[in-house]
Protein backbone atom coordinates (compact mmCIF):
# COMPACT_ATOMS: atom_id res chain seq x y z
CA UNK A 1 0.00 0.00 0.00
CA UNK A 2 1.44 3.52 -1.10
CA UNK A 3 0.30 5.50 2.62
CA UNK A 4 1.97 8.64 0.78
CA UNK A 5 -0.89 9.47 -0.92
CA UNK A 6 -3.32 9.18 1.90
CA UNK A 7 -2.34 10.90 3.79
CA UNK A 8 -3.65 14.41 4.25
CA UNK A 9 -1.81 18.27 4.17
CA UNK A 10 -1.59 20.50 7.18
CA UNK A 11 -3.08 23.68 7.91
CA UNK A 12 -0.46 25.81 8.98
CA UNK A 13 -1.75 29.62 9.77
CA UNK A 14 0.65 32.47 10.42
CA UNK A 15 -0.89 35.28 12.55
CA UNK A 16 1.05 38.39 13.87
CA UNK A 17 0.27 42.37 13.50
CA UNK A 18 0.67 44.61 10.43
CA UNK A 19 4.03 44.43 8.82
CA UNK A 20 4.96 41.73 11.20
CA UNK A 21 6.53 39.36 7.77
CA UNK A 22 3.26 37.20 7.41
CA UNK A 23 2.98 38.06 3.23
CA UNK A 24 6.55 37.77 2.36
CA UNK A 25 7.19 34.49 5.10
CA UNK A 26 3.55 32.80 3.25
CA UNK A 27 5.40 33.68 0.25
CA UNK A 28 8.60 32.15 0.99
CA UNK A 29 7.24 28.74 2.93
CA UNK A 30 5.31 28.24 -0.26
CA UNK A 31 8.26 27.83 -2.69
CA UNK A 32 9.95 26.29 -0.45
CA UNK A 33 7.71 23.51 0.48
CA UNK A 34 6.57 23.01 -3.34
CA UNK A 35 10.40 23.30 -4.09
CA UNK A 36 10.59 19.53 -1.86
CA UNK A 37 7.85 18.48 -4.05
CA UNK A 38 4.99 18.93 -1.17
CA UNK A 39 1.32 19.84 -2.54
CA UNK A 40 0.42 23.13 -0.73
CA UNK A 41 -1.54 26.21 -1.45
CA UNK A 42 -0.99 29.89 -0.02
CA UNK A 43 -4.68 31.22 1.34
CA UNK A 44 -5.39 34.38 3.24
CA UNK A 45 -8.07 35.92 5.28
CA UNK A 46 -10.06 37.90 4.64
CA UNK A 47 -10.65 36.31 0.98
CA UNK A 48 -11.43 39.26 -0.34
CA UNK A 49 -12.92 37.86 -3.40
CA UNK A 50 -15.98 36.38 -2.31
CA UNK A 51 -19.52 38.42 -2.07
CA UNK A 52 -18.56 38.37 1.99
CA UNK A 53 -15.26 39.70 1.46
CA UNK A 54 -16.19 42.56 -0.50
CA UNK A 55 -18.23 43.87 1.86
CA UNK A 56 -15.00 43.07 4.36
CA UNK A 57 -12.75 44.90 1.56
CA UNK A 58 -15.11 47.94 1.99
CA UNK A 59 -15.10 48.35 5.46
CA UNK A 60 -11.63 47.94 6.01
CA UNK A 61 -10.88 50.97 3.34
CA UNK A 62 -13.37 52.99 5.50
CA UNK A 63 -15.64 53.07 2.46
CA UNK A 64 -18.72 51.63 4.55
CA UNK A 65 -19.25 51.74 8.21
CA UNK A 66 -21.02 48.33 9.95
CA UNK A 67 -21.00 48.10 13.97
CA UNK A 68 -18.11 45.95 15.40
CA UNK A 69 -20.61 42.92 16.05
CA UNK A 70 -21.48 43.03 12.92
CA UNK A 71 -18.10 43.70 11.16
CA UNK A 72 -16.82 40.01 13.23
CA UNK A 73 -19.98 37.60 11.80
CA UNK A 74 -18.72 38.68 8.48
CA UNK A 75 -15.34 37.96 8.99
CA UNK A 76 -16.06 34.67 10.68
CA UNK A 77 -18.25 33.78 7.78
CA UNK A 78 -15.79 34.35 5.34
CA UNK A 79 -14.11 31.52 6.90
CA UNK A 80 -16.67 29.29 7.56
CA UNK A 81 -17.65 29.81 3.39
CA UNK A 82 -14.29 28.54 2.90
CA UNK A 83 -14.48 25.57 5.55
CA UNK A 84 -15.60 22.95 3.07
CA UNK A 85 -13.00 23.60 0.37
CA UNK A 86 -10.56 23.69 3.11
CA UNK A 87 -11.51 20.21 4.72
CA UNK A 88 -11.27 18.78 1.07
CA UNK A 89 -7.81 19.95 0.23
CA UNK A 90 -6.23 19.09 3.49
CA UNK A 91 -7.96 15.11 2.80
CA UNK A 92 -7.03 15.44 -0.91
CA UNK A 93 -3.41 15.89 0.71
CA UNK A 94 -2.22 19.38 -0.06
CA UNK A 95 -1.22 21.49 2.86
CA UNK A 96 -2.56 25.03 3.48
CA UNK A 97 -0.57 28.20 4.27
CA UNK A 98 -3.25 30.65 5.85
CA UNK A 99 -2.43 34.09 5.85
CA UNK A 100 -3.99 34.72 9.31
CA UNK A 101 -7.36 32.91 10.72
CA UNK A 102 -9.48 33.21 13.87
CA UNK A 103 -6.76 34.50 16.40
CA UNK A 104 -7.04 37.36 13.92
CA UNK A 105 -10.49 37.70 13.84
CA UNK A 106 -11.00 37.31 17.80
CA UNK A 107 -7.71 39.64 18.57
CA UNK A 108 -8.95 42.29 16.25
CA UNK A 109 -12.51 42.31 17.56
CA UNK A 110 -11.65 42.11 21.38
CA UNK A 111 -9.17 44.99 20.83
CA UNK A 112 -12.29 46.94 20.08
CA UNK A 113 -13.87 46.08 23.44
CA UNK A 114 -16.37 42.73 22.46
CA UNK A 115 -15.79 39.99 25.03
CA UNK A 116 -13.37 37.44 24.08
CA UNK A 117 -16.11 34.38 24.60
CA UNK A 118 -18.39 36.52 21.89
CA UNK A 119 -15.95 36.91 19.75
CA UNK A 120 -14.65 33.18 20.19
CA UNK A 121 -18.06 31.41 19.62
CA UNK A 122 -19.01 31.77 16.31
CA UNK A 123 -15.22 30.12 15.02
CA UNK A 124 -16.40 27.08 16.89
CA UNK A 125 -16.49 23.99 14.32
CA UNK A 126 -13.94 25.84 11.65
CA UNK A 127 -11.23 23.36 11.49
CA UNK A 128 -8.28 23.98 13.99
CA UNK A 129 -4.35 24.76 12.56
CA UNK A 130 -2.11 21.91 12.59
CA UNK A 131 -0.20 24.81 13.35
CA UNK A 132 0.31 28.53 14.30
CA UNK A 133 3.22 30.18 13.41
CA UNK A 134 3.38 33.64 15.52
CA UNK A 135 5.55 36.39 14.44
CA UNK A 136 6.29 38.25 16.97
CA UNK A 137 6.82 42.04 16.64
CA UNK A 138 6.74 45.11 18.83
CA UNK A 139 4.14 47.27 17.58
CA UNK A 140 6.77 50.40 17.98
CA UNK A 141 8.79 48.28 15.13
CA UNK A 142 6.16 47.25 13.21
CA UNK A 143 5.22 50.92 12.66
CA UNK A 144 8.87 51.82 12.50
CA UNK A 145 9.44 49.44 9.23
CA UNK A 146 6.84 51.93 7.75
CA UNK A 147 4.07 51.01 4.67
CA UNK A 148 1.00 51.15 6.61
CA UNK A 149 -1.60 51.23 3.93
CA UNK A 150 -4.15 53.62 5.66
CA UNK A 151 -6.59 50.60 6.25
CA UNK A 152 -8.65 51.03 9.22
CA UNK A 153 -6.89 49.03 12.06
CA UNK A 154 -3.46 50.51 10.62
CA UNK A 155 -2.20 52.44 13.55
CA UNK A 156 -0.26 52.24 16.64
CA UNK A 157 -2.59 52.47 19.70
CA UNK A 158 -4.78 50.04 17.96
CA UNK A 159 -1.94 47.30 17.25
CA UNK A 160 -0.68 47.46 20.66
CA UNK A 161 -4.46 46.76 21.67
CA UNK A 162 -4.01 43.62 19.35
CA UNK A 163 -1.06 42.57 20.67
CA UNK A 164 -2.06 42.04 23.93
CA UNK A 165 -5.01 40.21 22.73
CA UNK A 166 -3.13 37.96 20.56
CA UNK A 167 -0.47 36.72 23.74
CA UNK A 168 -4.42 35.96 25.52
CA UNK A 169 -5.39 33.73 22.71
CA UNK A 170 -1.88 31.99 22.49
CA UNK A 171 -1.89 28.25 23.43
CA UNK A 172 0.03 24.62 23.20
CA UNK A 173 -0.35 24.84 19.28
CA UNK A 174 1.70 28.37 18.78
CA UNK A 175 5.24 28.51 17.97
CA UNK A 176 6.65 32.48 18.51
CA UNK A 177 9.33 33.87 16.06
CA UNK A 178 11.22 36.40 16.47
CA UNK A 179 10.02 38.50 13.72
CA UNK A 180 12.82 41.33 14.35
CA UNK A 181 15.59 38.94 12.54
CA UNK A 182 16.55 38.71 9.50
CA UNK A 183 14.36 37.55 6.53
CA UNK A 184 16.19 34.50 6.24
CA UNK A 185 16.18 33.85 9.61
CA UNK A 186 12.67 34.09 10.29
CA UNK A 187 12.53 32.07 6.67
CA UNK A 188 14.89 29.09 8.06
CA UNK A 189 12.68 28.73 11.56
CA UNK A 190 9.59 28.91 10.07
CA UNK A 191 10.59 26.10 7.63
CA UNK A 192 11.85 23.63 10.41
CA UNK A 193 8.82 24.33 12.17
CA UNK A 194 6.25 23.37 9.22
CA UNK A 195 8.05 20.57 7.92
CA UNK A 196 7.93 18.87 11.66
CA UNK A 197 4.53 19.70 11.22
CA UNK A 198 3.80 18.07 8.16
CA UNK A 199 5.59 15.03 8.97
CA UNK A 200 3.12 14.76 11.40
CA UNK A 201 0.09 15.08 9.55
CA UNK A 202 1.24 12.56 6.99
CA UNK A 203 1.63 10.53 9.86
CA UNK A 204 -2.00 10.20 10.62
CA UNK A 205 -2.44 13.51 13.27
CA UNK A 206 -6.02 13.88 12.74
CA UNK A 207 -7.84 17.02 11.76
CA UNK A 208 -9.44 18.95 14.58
CA UNK A 209 -11.65 21.64 15.22
CA UNK A 210 -11.84 25.13 17.01
CA UNK A 211 -12.28 25.99 19.72
CA UNK A 212 -10.13 24.04 22.35
N1 LIG B 1 -8.87 41.15 10.41
C1 LIG B 1 -8.56 40.05 9.73
C2 LIG B 1 -9.89 41.16 11.35
O1 LIG B 1 -10.18 42.19 11.97
N2 LIG B 1 -10.59 40.02 11.56
C3 LIG B 1 -10.31 38.86 10.89
O2 LIG B 1 -10.98 37.82 11.11
C4 LIG B 1 -9.25 38.87 9.94
C5 LIG B 1 -8.92 37.63 9.19
O3 LIG B 1 -8.36 42.74 8.78
F1 LIG B 1 -6.12 44.60 9.94
C6 LIG B 1 -8.15 42.41 10.13
C7 LIG B 1 -6.67 42.35 10.28
C8 LIG B 1 -6.18 43.40 9.30
C9 LIG B 1 -7.26 43.50 8.26
O4 LIG B 1 -5.97 42.01 6.89
C10 LIG B 1 -6.90 43.02 6.88
P1 LIG B 1 -4.79 41.97 5.79
O5 LIG B 1 -3.96 40.80 6.21
O6 LIG B 1 -4.08 43.30 5.92
O7 LIG B 1 -5.49 41.78 4.46
Same mark, same amino acid.
Given at each position: ?10 ? =? ?6 ? @? ?21 ? *? ?12 ? @? ?8 ? /???? =?????? %? ?30 ? @?????? /??? *? ?39 ? $???? %? ?9 ? *? ?13 ? $? ?11 ? $?????? @?????
Amino acid at each position: INHQSEARGAL =IVLEGLDR @SGKTSQSGRLLSNLAGLGYPVES *WRFPDRDTAVGKMI @SSYLSNKSQL /DDHT =IHLLFS %ANRWEKRSLMEAKLKSGTSLIVDRYSYSGVAF @SAAKGL /DIE *WCKAPEVGLLAPDLVVYLDIPPEKAAERGGYGGERYEQLEF $QKNV %ARHYKMLSDAS *WKMIDACLPMEDVEK $QLKEMVLDCVTSC $QKGKPI @SQLWL
